[in-house]
């Protein structure tokens, strides 16, 4: 029984204090944007600032375009998430209820692609982009990340926990495959789908390397690559730089929060566990 007690008293502890670890940058991070800048580098740390300076907020708007790049980010977001829904929905279909020569090995060799890193296709990416005149543009943003090979997967393995008699019943009573789709095994799938779209979300919104390359004016720039410039411009201002920070992370941890149940239950009917 004390062994039991010592062992989840432990546990706990540990939770705890990973807790802190991760939530102290954080905490860190929304102190240093409401400090004054004489405050900043104080020691003994002073977390507290004395005099809450709500302008640096709107200095940092001031500076630079935040509300354009805002519009940015949520556009390109929103987009993302739409279109690999779309694409993630009909090819998990496929593979999981359509009968066709080599489905297996196919989907086998999808999934194979999960193993090639990213920065690998970037360049091919771009030339591509490049050669469509598509450089600067919404679409060059969003097309390409339309198509998520986890996601697939995912919904996939979702969609094998539906019933199959309940397939073989729709298409007897002359349901057509599209319209079981829709009309059935999406409904049936929301855990799942709200897991992916959380996760393309939140993929979307941090993304920075791809709209750096292939974007090259003010206009077209998103939130990570703005923070990324006026990190440069504000030099050693770094109250206004946590304070940039701070407007960029909040819209997408009220997006997790809001939506994180469901990353658990989409995750387990799903079949994939930690």
């Given at each position: 029984?004390?062994?039991?007690?010592?062992?989840?008293?432990?546990?706990?502890?540990?939770?705890?204090?990973?807790?802190?670890i991760t939530l102290l940058p954080f905490l860190w991070m929304i102190s240093t944007s409401l400090k004054p800048f004489n405050e900043i580098?104080?020691?003994?740390?002073?977390?507290?600032?004395?005099?809450?300076?709500?302008?640096?907020?709107?200095?940092?708007?001031?500076?630079?375009?935040?509300?354009?790049?805002?519009?940015?980010?949520?556009?390109?977001?929103?987009?993302?998430?739409?279109?690999?829904?779309?694409?993630?929905?009909?090819?998990?279909?496929?593979?999981?209820?359509?009968?066709?020569?080599?489905?297996?090995?196919?989907?086998?060799?999808?999934?194979?692609?999960?193993?090639?890193?990213?920065?690998?296709?970037?360049?091919?990416?771009?030339?591509?982009?490049?050669?469509?005149?598509?450089?600067?543009?919404?679409?060059?943003?969003?097309?390409?990340?339309?198509?998520?090979?986890?996601?697939?997967?995912?919904?996939?393995?979702?969609?094998?926990?539906?019933?199959?008699?309940?397939?073989?019943?729709?298409?007897?009573?002359?349901?057509?495959?599209?319209?079981?789709?829709?009309?059935?095994?999406?409904?049936?799938?929301?855990?799942?789908?709200?897991?992916?779209?959380?996760?393309?979300?939140?993929?979307?919104?941090?993304?920075?390397?791809?709209?750096?390359?292939?974007?090259?004016?003010?206009?077209?720039?998103?939130?990570?690559?703005?923070?990324?410039?006026?990190?440069?411009?504000?030099?050693?201002?770094?109250?206004?730089?946590?304070?940039?920070?701070?407007?960029?992370?909040?819209?997408?941890?009220?997006?997790?929060?809001?939506?994180?149940?469901?990353?658990?239950?989409?995750?387990?009917?799903?079949?994939?566990?930690?």
């Amino acid at each position: 029984m004390t062994k039991n007690i010592l062992k989840k008293s432990l546990i706990y502890i540990i939770l705890v204090l990973g807790c802190i670890i991760t939530l102290l940058p954080f905490l860190w991070m929304i102190s240093t944007s409401l400090k004054p800048f004489n405050e900043i580098f104080l020691m003994p740390l002073k977390w507290i600032p004395s005099k809450i300076m709500w302008k640096n907020y709107g200095e940092v708007q001031s500076k630079i375009p935040l509300l354009k790049y805002f519009f940015n980010s949520v556009f390109i977001t929103l987009g993302i998430t739409l279109g690999t829904l779309i694409t993630t929905i009909l090819a998990a279909f496929a593979f999981s209820k359509v009968r066709f020569w080599g489905r297996d090995v196919i989907f086998s060799i999808f999934i194979g692609t999960m193993m090639i890193p990213g920065e690998v296709i970037l360049i091919p990416n771009y030339i591509t982009i490049s050669k469509v005149g598509w450089m600067n543009s919404y679409k060059a943003l969003i097309i390409p990340w339309t198509v998520s090979v986890f996601s697939i997967f995912l919904l996939r393995q979702f969609f094998f926990t539906i019933p199959e008699p309940l397939y073989r019943a729709a298409k007897i009573d002359g349901c057509s495959d599209f319209k079981f789709l829709w009309t059935i095994m999406v409904p049936l799938s929301k855990p799942a789908l709200i897991t992916i779209a959380l996760l393309r979300i939140i993929n979307s919104w941090n993304e920075f390397l791809w709209p750096l390359i292939v974007t090259n004016i003010p206009n077209m720039r998103t939130l990570p690559v703005g923070l990324m410039t006026f990190t440069s411009e504000a030099g050693a201002d770094y109250h206004l730089l946590m304070a940039a920070a701070t407007m960029i992370i909040i819209p997408i941890l009220i997006v997790y929060f809001v939506l994180q149940k469901y990353i658990i239950s989409g995750m387990t009917k799903s079949g994939i566990k930690g």
